[in-house]
């Protein structure tokens, strides 16, 4: 008997396991036994940082650039399907994570998409203590995406002939092969670069605002008996 590797955790583990049943668990589900879910709703905002940046700051081409972008990645998964049944060799998770990118491109549009991306990548930067582990990002990265499909929750995902309908058990194989999908779009690192700038740009404003009261105010008077 061991004890749970996870911090904080004194439950012993089963067999050879590194993990207890719950952490383990947690782990396939979520990417690392510590990553907590997260909801639609924690999003908002940074979907609103990204929606205003594309407004405001970004070229005006930017959307079909986006648009180019998803449609690169909805023809890469469709021919990856298509060599599969040409009887081509294939990787079982690399075809159920195109066959979901396609699902995807039928129920979503490519600017809600890669908002979505782009703003995970902001609030990835912006909120750092919540993303202290990399493969706990990438695995809600890829929820949040799927989670735009109204069909996933119904997808069937079929493992060596074990089909299991509930959505919460993506293969976590499957997941990391999305997550590729995802890292070629760059957009999550896009998003991530917005934060960073948004941050520098208030630091500057910042800074001004100090150096005018500075100036303003002069130094300090010493009072009392000097
Ligand atoms: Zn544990």
Known sequence: MKTCKAGGCSTQTNGFSSYCERHKRTKARHGHP???GVKKSDLKQYLKEIESY?????????NDIIDDIWSRTVAKAKAHIDGTTRGVS???HELQAAQAIVSLSWEADSKTICCLLMAMGFWYEYDQRRWKYD???RFQTVRMLLRLNPREAAYKWSVNGLTRSVYREIPPRTIRALWSIIEETKL????????RRKARA?????????AERDAILGPEQTGGEA
């Open 34 to 36: 510590q990553q907590t």
């Open 54 to 62: 594309l407004k405001t700051v970004s070229a005006s081409n930017a």
């Open 90 to 92: 294939f990787n079982v």
């Open 135 to 137: 493969e706990g990002f």
């Open 188 to 195: 999550v690192l896009y998003g991530m670069e917005i934060a």
């Open 202 to 210: 208030l630091a500057i404003a910042r800074q001004k605002a100090s």
